[in-house]
């Protein structure tokens, strides 16, 4: 990795290590070497505190006073909050505000859908993550409340935060058929029911939990 290289240096510092940390090579448990980090982007330790201050907000690490900086490992109980967070939020944007979601967004949630259901069939999970993000940026960012667009993206980073192998067909097509109802209710203008399928199904824990633990279990610190 060469010297960076850009005006906003804490934000691409926080970019790097977040790539880091989908590639792998930034572990739950595992500790940063704030020193080492610095030589090998060429930079001071500045803005690296900075970025590292930023992740801890958001609770990807612990920052330890006088002894560095923790990976937090993700729990089923992180899990639970996050989807129980996002559920509320996403229902709460699209039942105040579904006179802000028109036929071209209703497309686009329309054709991300489709990428969807034809990447599961052959079998591609390469960009299963980044497409269905996109798919709920749709509708959260026809939102004119912006604390809560910003609010919302970096706990559904926390849920896909490190690499995960273990892709249940299954479960993704469920998800792509939550899609597609909540679309039609969409075209309805039916925004309390669409944002009842967010809510009490799509990012249900309890509705999802069987397809959660099956997901998370190699990767996050599950109950005793």
Not at 18 to 43: D, H, K, Q, Y
Not at 141 to 160: A, G, M, V
Not at 163 to 190: A, T, V
Request: charged share 25%.
């Amino acid at each position: 990795m060469g010297a960076l290289k850009f005006s906003s240096l804490s934000e691409q510092v926080y970019a790097y290590l977040r790539t880091e940390m989908i590639n792998g090579n930034l572990t739950p448990g595992s500790t940063i070497n704030i020193g080492e980090i610095a030589s090998e982007l060429g930079i001071s330790k500045t803005p690296l505190r900075d970025a590292l201050i930023h992740l801890e907000l958001e609770g990807f690490v612990t920052i330890i006073p006088r002894r560095g900086v923790l990976v937090n490992e993700l729990k089923i109980s992180d899990v639970k909050n996050a989807y129980e967070a996002v559920g509320l939020i996403e229902a709460f944007i699209v039942e105040k505000g579904i006179e802000h979601i028109t036929s071209s967004h209703i497309q686009e949630l329309q054709k991300l859908n489709e990428i969807m259901i034809k990447d599961i069939q052959n079998n591609d999970f390469s960009r299963i993550f980044e497409t269905n993000l996109e798919f709920h940026s749709v509708y959260v960012d026809s939102s004119d409340n912006e604390l809560l667009q910003k609010f919302i993206l970096p706990i559904k980073h926390r849920l896909y935060d490190f690499p995960r192998h273990n892709f249940i067909p299954e479960w993704e097509m469920r998800n792509c058929e939550e899609h597609r109802q909540f679309i039609e209710q969409l075209k309805k203008g039916n925004g309390k029911e669409a944002g009842s399928i967010l809510r009490d199904k799509h990012w249900s824990y309890e509705y999802q939990k069987d397809f959660i633990y099956a997901f998370y279990k190699k990767n996050v610190k599950m109950p005793d």
